[in-house]
């Protein structure tokens, strides 16, 4: 079975400031994993996947993350926010053999502040 | 390319009622999966679908049920409703491998 913990639940940050959102998973087979974001009153939007390749993912609105396996984690960075990142985000994980079910984290709100 | 859509985006129902919802993947995705997200549960599989059938399940009560079309639409069916069902009902669909997944607005249920 698979599981993913959020290591924080909420993370204020000032704007333009750098953030580090932490993901850690536990499976005992391979894995996919993704990063989603959900703003207020919205579905979820794909932030950023790994599938395979290069550990080192980049994903839309200037977020990338990092996969590691040894340390089973797929921690989610941005140089520099904004207001509008203002959102939660989900870390989730899926088996490369159970396809068609994500695991989910139980989420992170990012509050950035002027 | 249009996305997920989802409807009705908003429901409201009594203890006891049924309820359908319905789910229209982006066009050529084959495989459609379905969450409940509630404060306390988070973000939980309920099914997935492929090709009409049930490929995967999640740990939820008979109660719940859903089911795929030839063109790939989906819906979801909660019966005798409880309290504890309302959540947002959010589904999503993928290609074929129900790896990377698509989501839709989601469909808001308060049971009273």
């Known amino acids: 079975a698979q599981s993913v913990t959020q290591l924080d639940s909420q993370v204020p940050v000032f704007e333009e400031a750098p953030v580090e959102l932490r993901c850690n998973y536990s499976?005992?087979?391979?894995?996919?994993l993704f990063w989603y974001v959900q703003y207020p009153n919205q579905g979820l939007q794909l932030l950023l996947k790994?599938?395979?390749?290069?550990?080192l993912v980049k994903g839309i609105n200037g977020f990338e993350a990092e996969f590691n396996k040894s340390q089973t984690s797929f921690h989610l960075r941005k140089p520099s926010v904004h207001i509008s990142d203002t959102a939660e985000y989900f870390c989730?994980?899926?088996?490369?053999?159970?396809?068609?079910?994500?695991?989910f984290g139980q989420g992170t709100t990012l509050q950035v502040k002027p | 390319k249009a996305g997920v859509t989802q409807t009705p985006r908003y429901l409201i129902k009594t203890r006891g009622q049924q309820v359908t919802l319905s789910c229209s993947p982006i066009?050529?995705?084959?495989?459609v999966s379905w969450y409940q997200q509630t404060p306390g549960q988070g973000l939980q599989f309920l099914f997935e679908?492929?090709?009409?059938?049930?490929?995967n399940k999640g740990n939820f009560p008979g109660r719940f049920s859903g089911r795929q079309f030839s063109n790939s639409r989906s819906e979801m069916n909660v019966s005798t409703l409880e309290l504890g069902d309302s959540a947002l009902y959010l589904c999503?669909?993928?290609?074929?491998?129900?790896?990377?997944?698509?989501f839709g607005p989601g469909t808001r249920l308060t049971v009273l």
């Open positions: 999503a669909s993928s290609f074929s491998g129900g790896v990377e997944q698509f």
């Open positions: 499976s005992s087979v391979s894995v996919y």
């Open positions: 790994y599938l395979s390749g290069s550990t």
């Open positions: 989730a994980v899926i088996s490369s053999s159970n396809t068609g079910k994500l695991i």
């Open positions: 066009s050529g995705h084959r495989s």
């Open positions: 679908y492929f090709s009409e059938t049930q490929r």
